[in-house]
């Protein structure tokens, strides 16, 4: 899903630029780069989240050392500083650790994926990677998540904390995060008789979800995510999907889309 969602940047970018409202190339593997940076007329710019479905915002890995689960490094990095606040504040650990309706099924149990107090991995009561994983997807994995409900703001803030303005979903259309409209695309709108931008802390489900989660190459490890859903539906879309296409823009949506005016 990576590589596609590398794919939906690359073509969002690619027919964008005709229509001269993006500049600077795409973030790729980059967490550290905006998807998309989008300018206006007046040279004014912004970043916008690409995703091309609901799916997570942002991760942080978990750590279980001595006994306990602890957050990953977090420290000196916006984002993770951020997802580090949010669990703070809806007491993760404690729900992993002692007490809580939502780490119900996950704690008490012992995973095969350990850290030692440097944070380094190792295997406990495994010989392998794959016997650890097959072992600690059967422990953690399904219903043994923890999954904590929180407002769809949160979204919206860790990816303001990422300097964006936007987000477009490319099954969903496009958002304002919180209400934050850098370029000023709704003064256009209402201008021009359209319908504002819909905010996105007001039309999406969020929670944290914590979870067992492969990373290719037989390696995993537990993290932390914020995990949004139950979308509804934007008026506008950049970078439209072709029905069937999880990363081939649709060429012919997008140019009858008049958000493209309000960034001239």
Request: glycine share 10%; charged share 25%.
């Amino acid at each position: 899903m990576a590589q596609k969602g590398f794919e939906y940047e690359e073509n969002a970018y690619y027919i964008l630029e005709k229509y001269d409202i993006v500049t600077g190339g795409v973030a790729g593997a980059s967490s550290q780069v905006n998807d998309l940076t989008l300018k206006n007329k007046a040279k004014k710019k912004t970043g916008c989240e690409l995703k091309i479905s609901p799916t997570a915002g942002g991760s942080l890995v978990m750590k279980y050392i001595n006994g306990k689960w602890y957050y990953g490094d977090f420290e000196g990095v916006e984002e993770k500083e951020f997802l580090h606040s949010i669990g703070e504040e809806y007491n993760l650990l404690k729900e992993m650790n002692t007490s809580g309706p939502h780490g119900k099924n996950w704690r008490g149990k012992v995973p095969a994926l350990q850290n030692d107090i440097r944070g380094k991995k190792m295997l406990v009561g495994a010989s392998t990677k794959q016997e650890a994983y097959t072992a600690d997807i059967a422990r953690f994995g399904g219903d043994n998540e923890v999954h904590i409900k929180v407002p769809a703001k949160a979204i919206c803030d860790y990816y303001i904390t990422k300097k964006c303005s936007y987000i477009n979903v490319g099954t969903h259309g496009f958002f304002t995060l919180s209400d934050k409209d850098e370029l000023g695309l709704n003064k256009k709108l209402v201008s021009m008789k359209q319908p504002k931008i819909p905010d996105f802390s007001n039309s999406a489900d969020c929670m944290i979800r914590v979870r067992c989660q492969p990373k290719g190459g037989g390696d995993y490890q537990f993290v932390m995510t914020l995990q949004f859903g139950n979308v509804k539906k934007s008026p506008y879309n950049i970078a439209p999907l072709k029905k069937g296409s999880s990363s081939i823009i649709d060429a012919v949506a997008l140019k009858k889309d008049p958000l493209l005016l309000s960034f001239s």
